[in-house]
């Protein structure tokens, strides 16, 4: 799997594994606005070019916040969110950030597995911050704070 900086041409495609993974997708505006807000934002390809994945990073002064991160649903639990999590470390220890931040579903206990064996640590709980099928469900916030790897 390798690593291409996201495109506008990308995003119909990205889009589509968008909706396929997630109940309460981003829409194809969202990630035309974070292309244009200069929004790290990268898709992960196999060797034909195919997307598998995709990752959505703000970078706010020293800080990394990943917006958003999904594996396509028929390339999922082969380990390329792990990969793709790596990648966003390896950037951010580069440029010389010391905390990556995040927000997951409390109902996405999988992720949340990948995340604490990458090395985040729950920080709180943001109240009703995602929407549900019924109201609204918490989100877990999580960092990982870069100077253990410095």
């Not at 981003?26 to 990752?55: M, P, R």
């Not at 800080?63 to 999904?70: D, G, K, Q, R, T």
């Not at 999922?76 to 950037?91: A, H």
């Amino acid at each position: 799997m390798q690593a291409r900086q996201m495109q506008t041409q990308n995003i119909a495609e990205v889009v589509a594994i968008e909706v396929a993974a997630n109940q309460f997708p981003w829409s194809h505006k969202n990630f035309e606005d974070c292309l244009k807000a200069g929004y790290q934002s990268w898709v992960f390809v196999d060797a034909s070019e195919q997307i598998l994945g995709y990752t959505v990073v703000q970078q706010v002064v020293d800080e990394a916040h990943l917006l958003n991160i999904c594996v396509k649903p028929s390339a999922q639990k082969q380990g390329f969110g792990r990969e793709i999590i790596e990648y966003v470390i390896d950037f951010s220890t580069n440029n010389s950030l010391v905390l990556i931040v995040l927000e997951v579903r409390r109902s996405n206990r999988r992720a949340q597995k990948m995340y604490l064996r990458a090395g985040f640590n729950e920080m709180s709980v943001r109240r009703a911050y995602y929407p549900a099928e019924k109201g609204r469900e918490d989100a877990i916030l999580m960092g990982m704070d870069l100077a253990f790897f410095a």
